[in-house]
């Protein structure tokens, strides 16, 4: 069946550091990747997403590459900034647009 | 911008309760789920729905019912509330549009209930 497996945290970084978190997934087909991030106290929210292989998303300093040969899409950030500190999730589209998502990662941000 | 709310923020009941958690969006979505969102489990989907009066379980169901009246409105419903249904509670929807593969899900804040 299909699943999302990401790193699991906390990670915490100093500000202006470089950000990797890993997420790999196992599906029939050909599905669309999302990251979400949930900051403090809300929601989550649309951080970026890829609908094909090859596909970059990319927003707010963000990017993720849909690879499918590793069936991976890592996100990363050149530098992070101590409001990037939230909870980020790696998910996976079913049909009838259901999502099935990794665990979360938290990541903290140290000035 | 799309406006997800939920009824409550905080919510405390008894076990036994019968509890209703309600959400509404403004954006003339098709599509709204339920998630519950518990630390190292991430999300789980509890239900969905495409359409008014349309309902399908997701991957956890048990315990749980809902109800799509309109299209704005997807309630969650706990018959009789459980210690083991403490939990943060979030609502989503989304267009539902031919590409629902693709589509966007847009949050509610989240309902945190704790069943004592």
């Known amino acids: 069946g299909n699943s999302v497996t990401q790193m699991e945290g906390p990670v915490t970084l100093s500000e202006e550091a470089f950000l990797t978190i890993n997420c790999t997934y196992t599906?029939?087909?050909?599905?669309?990747l999302f990251w979400y991030v949930q900051y403090p106290g809300e929601g989550l929210q649309l951080l970026l997403k890829?609908?094909?292989?090859?596909d970059k998303g990319s927003n707010k300093g963000f990017e993720a590459t849909y690879r499918k040969e590793t069936t991976s899409f890592h996100l990363e950030k050149g530098s992070v900034q101590v409001s990037d500190s939230a909870v980020y999730f790696c998910?996976?589209?079913?049909?009838?647009?259901?999502?099935?998502f990794g665990k979360g990662t938290k990541l903290s941000v140290k000035p | 911008d799309v406006k997800v709310t939920q009824s409550s923020r905080y919510l405390v009941k008894r076990t036994g309760e019968k509890v209703f958690l309600e959400c509404v969006q403004d954006?003339?979505?098709?599509?709204m789920f339920w998630y519950r969102q518990d630390p190292g489990l991430g999300l789980r989907l509890i239900y969905f729905?495409?359409?008014?009066?349309?309902?399908e379980k997701g991957d956890i169901p048990e315990g749980y019912s809902v109800s799509r009246e309109k299209k704005e409105r997807f309630s969650l419903i706990l018959e009789s509330a459980s210690t083991n249904q403490t939990s943060m509670y979030l609502c989503?929807?989304?267009?539902?549009?031919?590409?629902?593969?693709?589509?966007?899900?847009?949050f509610g804040p989240g309902t945190r209930l704790t069943v004592l």
């Open positions: 989503a929807s989304s267009p539902g549009t031919s590409g629902s593969f693709t589509d966007t899900q847009y």
């Open positions: 599906a029939t087909g050909y599905p669309s």
């Open positions: 890829a609908t094909k292989a090859d």
């Open positions: 998910a996976l589209g079913r049909s009838q647009g259901n999502l099935i």
């Open positions: 954006m003339d979505h098709e599509n």
């Open positions: 729905s495409y359409d008014v009066k349309m309902k």
